[in-house]
């Protein structure tokens, strides 16, 4: 449902509205009542999602989602249709992930809890962020990082295997992104080439966490998940199997991928696949330095206890130099620091707080709306604005990928 947190009329005292149908009068910032005073733009923006003839026809349209402006289609799924947004204080570009609920089977709906549960869970500047999720009657949208260089898929099959560097450079920031993922006992479960997402100055993020679960200490898994040419053999031979090695496995894929400009095993048929990847020959071509073919060698080991670990990984010959082997990767905030005095802020944290003042929330607002996560607005427009402000700090000085037409978030 929509919910929103408006403070009336400046007076300190929040009114939360939380429904799919227009709040009562009451419940909405009294626009005029205060000569003194102007309305945000916040208080402007929730009031004209309920009461403006254009917002709510726009909303009838499929053209409007809350207080994001919905444009071009990006993607479209089974269940979903990925539609780019604007965010409507902010004017920050966003993915909007579309699902209708009557089309969800069990499964899916499982699949999609777990997706926003993983999402939320992790903080990498590496791994696609979740903003927001808006439920209506009818649909659920998924309001993500919009990231616009396409897939790492599309560059790799458009312009051939990358060069050793290059390739470093990539893979060290998906390491880090499944590192942070293993370190919070959630498995992936899908990676591959079509779920890296490319930014601009070489940065990639990990997306589509639908396949993804949560995992205790040493506890086993049974369902097949996944691209197949991705699969670890144990998925093939094994009731069960661990999560972690898994993922490790479709890395080595992914890296074999990246430096060659084509698959390790090979196949016209899932049976081929089968039987190439139980069979576990790997021919490395010649132009591969040393260190990366004992990489790749290390990590696609057909026992899961004999497979390189992240921290073996990381800890390489081919990766020295890297963010990963030194361990200087950042954290992203997805939470606001209320209660602290501005002077004790990080610089991102004090602009965010700055910005969100002049669109109308307040620290109290802020405050009060923390336990709803990305089902509030007003933690979405944290989330949006902390984003860009350190999507701009944190950027590393390398070259720009071409801008693509991309999926830019997962599709279910």
Same mark, same amino acid.
């Given at each position: 449902c929509f919910t929103y947190l408006v403070d009336a009329g400046g007076s300190g005292e929040e009114t939360c509205w939380s429904g799919d149908e227009m709040p009562p009068?009451?419940?909405l910032p009294p626009l005029l009542n205060n000569n003194t005073q102007q309305p945000s733009l916040y208080d402007k923006s929730v009031h004209n999602l309920h009461h403006d003839q254009k917002w709510q026809q726009e909303a009838t349209l499929g053209k409007?989602?809350?207080?994001?402006?919905?444009?071009g289609e990006l993607g479209r799924g089974n269940f979903s249709t990925v539609k780019l947004g604007v965010h409507e204080l902010t004017k920050e570009r966003v993915a909007i992930k579309i699902l209708d609920k009557s089309k969800l089977t069990p499964k899916a709906r499982k699949m999609l809890v777990r997706e926003i549960s993983s999402m939320e869970a992790v903080h990498h500047k590496n791994i696609i962020r979740l903003f927001e999720v808006v439920e209506t009657y009818s649909k659920l949208h998924l309001v993500m990082e919009y990231v616009s260089g396409g897939e790492l898929y599309q560059k790799l099959t458009s312009e051939g295997r990358m060069k050793?560097? /290059?390739?470093? @450079?990539?893979?060290?920031?998906i390491l880090s992104a499944v590192k942070h993922l293993h370190e919070r006992n959630i498995i992936h479960r899908d990676i591959k080439a079509e779920n890296v997402f490319c930014g601009t100055r070489g940065v990639v993020k990990l997306g589509d966490f639908g396949f993804s679960t949560r995992v205790a200490a040493n506890e086993d898994l049974r369902t097949f998940c996944g691209s197949p040419p991705y699969a670890a053999p144990e998925l093939f031979r094994d009731e069960s199997y661990s999560g972690r090695p898994v993922d490790i496995w479709a890395l080595g894929v992914l890296l074999f991928f990246m430096t060659t400009g084509h698959m390790p095993f090979p196949a016209d048929s899932i049976a081929g696949l089968k039987r190439s990847i139980l069979l576990g020959v790997i021919t490395a071509p010649a132009h591969l330095t040393l260190p990366c073919r004992t990489l790749i060698r290390g990590i696609?080991?057909?026992?899961?206890? /004999?497979?390189? @670990?992240?921290?073996?990984?990381?800890?390489?010959?081919w990766m020295q130099g890297t963010t990963v082997a030194e361990g200087t990767c950042e954290r992203w905030i997805t939470t606001p620091s209320v209660g602290t005095p501005t002077e004790k802020l990080s610089?991102?944290?004090?602009?965010?707080r700055e910005k969100l003042e002049s669109l109308g929330i307040t620290q109290n607002m802020l405050e009060n709306e923390m336990i709803q996560g990305a089902r509030s607005p007003v933690i979405a427009s944290y989330r949006i604005v902390i984003h860009r402000l350190q999507t701009v700090t944190q950027q590393p000085a390398v070259q720009p990928t071409k801008p693509q037409k991309s999926r830019a978030c997962c599709i279910l």
């Open positions: 009068d009451q419940a409007r989602v809350a207080l994001y402006k919905v444009q050793e560097p /290059d390739a470093k @450079s990539t893979f060290a920031q696609l080991r057909q026992t899961p206890k /004999d497979r390189f @670990s992240v921290d073996q990984i990381a800890g390489s010959e610089a991102e944290e004090k602009a965010a």
